[in-house]
């Protein structure tokens, strides 16, 4: 069956510090892969697009891996910040298909 | 350009009730997406629509649930009967295209609540 999965534990990271968020799927051939950010009681904001042909994107201190040999992307903030403290979604998009599928999500807790 | 706009922010909903949920895109975008969330769970999508076509209801419950895009006005998604396990986060999300090159646009959703 088709799985996206991120890491149900919530990522506590020191402020300064990288925070890694990692997206694993099977059984999915993705022409694209998204990520997004959701707080509390608001919709998902969209960060990251990475297409299957591209192997790595930055914006700012964001920046996306996707491996689809291994089946994985991996998110990185860097220098994190206590307000980039979130959910941090991956979606992704078959070839052919027309909508997104999400993962669960990844707490991201930052402390200062 | 004001966002997708759905509303109401909050709905309470007894037993056997009928829920109406309205989604405005953003003003260009023909493509809207219903998604539902449940504490400590992913966004689950129900269904794609472009204007008065519904394209993809694959994550639509079979009864109870049904959505339209009409030609003039808001996207809706109804639930007619609702039950406790109809309680969530219902999103909607709206984009200028249908494919994956191109970000989503999410509302900040209707909590429906059933007493």
């Known amino acids: 069956s088709q799985k996206i999965e991120q890491n149900s534990e919530a990522l506590n990271i020191q402020e300064g510090k990288t925070a890694t968020l990692t997206c694993n799927y099977t059984n999915y051939s993705p022409a694209y892969l998204q990520w997004y950010r959701q707080d509390p009681g608001r919709g998902p904001v969209f960060l990251l697009l990475?297409?299957?042909?591209?192997k790595e994107k930055r914006k700012e201190r964001l920046k996306v891996t996707f491996d689809t040999t291994l089946k994985q992307s991996l998110f990185h903030i860097t220098a994190s910040q206590p307000a980039d403290s979130a959910t941090y979604l991956c979606?992704?998009?078959?070839?052919?298909?027309?909508?997104?599928?999400f993962g669960k999500g990844t707490m991201l807790l930052v402390s200062p | 350009n004001a966002g997708v706009m759905q509303n109401p922010r909050h709905l309470v909903r007894r037993r056997g009730q009928e829920a109406r949920l309205r989604c405005s895109p953003m003003k260009g975008h023909s493509h809207v997406y219903w998604y539902r969330q449940l504490p400590e769970e992913g966004l689950k999508f129900m269904v794609y629509l472009q204007k008065e076509n519904i394209i993809d209801e694959s994550g639509m419950p079979k009864e109870r649930f049904s959505a339209e895009f009409p030609k003039e006005g808001p996207s809706i998604l109804r639930i007619q009967q609702v039950v406790r396990g109809d309680s969530a986060a219902y999103f909607c999300a709206s984009s200028p295209r249908a494919d994956g090159n191109t970000e989503a646009f999410f509302g900040q959703g209707t909590r429906l609540t059933v007493v």
């Open positions: 990475i297409r299957e042909n591209e």
């Open positions: 979606a992704l998009m078959n070839s052919g298909y027309s909508t997104l599928t």
